[in-house]
């Protein structure tokens, strides 16, 4: 299961890697950072829309379903998108890349994460870790295979065109590894462990229609919404921010360097999805969430502090504020699992994902129009962005609150035993418990 998880997620975290392809649309495309960031800010709208309305499907039609559907649908994204860069029709690119895409990355996302919970039920913190690890990976492959392919093809809208042509075939081939790989556990399977076979679950168990009645669930979305905002703000404009940050000083960023800087934050997010996921289990869900809000605030802190004056410092603080955004990713579906419990979990993490579409609009939004608006009034340097910094130290306050208010669910909110045995888990697929 790890390595059919890892071969979705690797893929489509190619996501995170959308701040290589800004440059060279903004020129060939004369668009503005706001409008060279709409497939993107399209792209995690879909996926949030996508992982609530198909989480039920995924839980009814197992994992193989959806992770074919999330193939088809991401590879045939950068087709389109290929298509409009060759004919220079950026809606085109928009469509592809950011709705069709979109909806794969959504079904994808989602598909292995109640899977592996399955195969993990003594340690979910450490399974959605290993399930989500991959999409924040994704921008190391992406990140310099994008430039490699840029470099060869030219930067131009024909080579853009080839870029996205040869990046939609090559995952669609590597996708195809993780729907031919997964698997499914046999009903009732525990895993050989003392702990397991002497403590079973005893969280109530609650469907998705009534966890989203509840206000745990809507202060788990705010904390996710408000976490997924800072983040991404960085995320999306990683590559133009450290060049835009240190322009003008003694040691300025080049493109190649920016590309590295896109890598690194990938790795700081890929790394924090398993590490801080899997503390979670030991320290606890609010606890850590505790950290990724309120150290992350001070991270920010620091940045919009210091400025340009320290490159090192820079780098540290955005990768320690990416650990904790994937962290934040990874720790989220054993949190939903410790409050509502495991018989529809899937289709509860869909829908809270909605939180994932707001933010993905309002951190770029954020980041871009501040920044546009900064150049036009002659600004530069930390300028452009100190102000976005400030934001998200608010955002982060709100999230750390939500938080804190996070309580257990009450009773009357629980199944019925009876019918927490049906629909428990997705028909088995044809050969899915071999």
């Known amino acids: 299961m790890p390595p059919a998880a890892l071969s979705i997620h690797l893929a489509i975290g190619q996501a995170y890697a959308w701040s290589v392809f800004k440059p060279p649309l903004e020129s060939s495309l004369h ?74 990355l959504g079904i994808g996302y989602i598909s292995p994460v109640s899977t592996l919970i399955k195969w993990f039920p003594d340690r979910p913190g ?41 990046m939609g075939a090559g995952y669609a081939v590597f996708m195809t590894l993780g729907v031919l790989l997964v698997r499914l556990p046999p009903d009732g399977w525990r895993p050989p462990s003392p702990q397991t076979d002497a403590a079973p ?62 890598g690194l934050l990938s790795l700081a997010n890929m790394l924090g999805r398993i590490l801080w996921s899997s503390a979670s289990d030991v320290l606890g869900r609010k606890n850590v969430y505790r950290g990724y809000l309120g150290v992350g605030a001070l991270m920010y802190l620091l940045i919009a502090v210091t400025g340009n004056a320290s490159k090192p410092l820079f780098i540290v603080c955005a990768a320690v504020i990416l650990s904790f955004y994937g962290g934040g990713f990874a720790t989220i579906p054993a949190y939903l699992k410790d409050l509502f419990g495991t018989y529809q979990v899937g289709a509860i ?64 909110h629980h199944e019925h035993p009876s019918a927490e045995g049906a629909s428990t888990l997705p028909a088995p697929e044809k050969g899915a418990l071999s």
Request: charged fraction near 10%; aromatic fraction near 10%; hydrophobic fraction near 55%.
């Open 201 to 262: 679950d005893a969280t109530g168990q609650v469907s998705a229609r009534n966890a989203v009645r509840t206000p745990q669930f809507w202060c788990l979305w705010v904390v996710l919404c408000m976490n997924v905002t800072a983040g991404i703000g960085i995320l999306e404009k990683a590559a133009p921010m450290i060049g835009d940050f240190f322009a003008g000083t003694a040691s300025p960023v080049a493109a190649a360097a920016a590309a590295g800087f896109v």
């Open 126 to 166: 450490m399974a959605t870790g290993i399930a989500i690890m991959g999409f924040g990976g994704g921008a190391l492959i992406a990140a310099p295979l994008s430039t490699q392919l840029l470099s060869s093809f030219g930067a131009d809208s024909a080579g853009i065109a080839r870029t996205f042509l040869v």
């Open 31 to 104: 668009l503005s950072g706001t409008a060279s960031a709409l497939p993107f800010q399209l792209a995690i709208v879909m996926l949030g829309l996508s992982a609530s309305f198909g989480g039920t499907l995924v839980e009814r039609n197992g994992p193989r379903w959806a992770m074919a559907v999330s193939t088809v649908c991401f590879s045939s994204g950068f087709l389109v998108a290929a298509l409009g860069a060759a004919t220079r029709q950026y809606w085109l690119v928009v469509l592809g890349y950011g709705f069709i895409g979109g909806i794969g």
């Open 349 to 412: 993490h869909g829908r809270l994902l909605t939180a994932w579409s707001t933010a993905g609009v309002l951190g770029p939004l954020i980041v871009n129009a501040i920044a546009d608006a900064q150049k036009s009034a002659g600004r530069s340097g930390p300028d452009l962005y100190s102000t976005s910094f400030f934001i998200m130290i608010g955002l982060l306050t709100v999230g750390f609150a939500a938080n804190e208010l996070v309580r257990p669910v009450h009773p009357r």
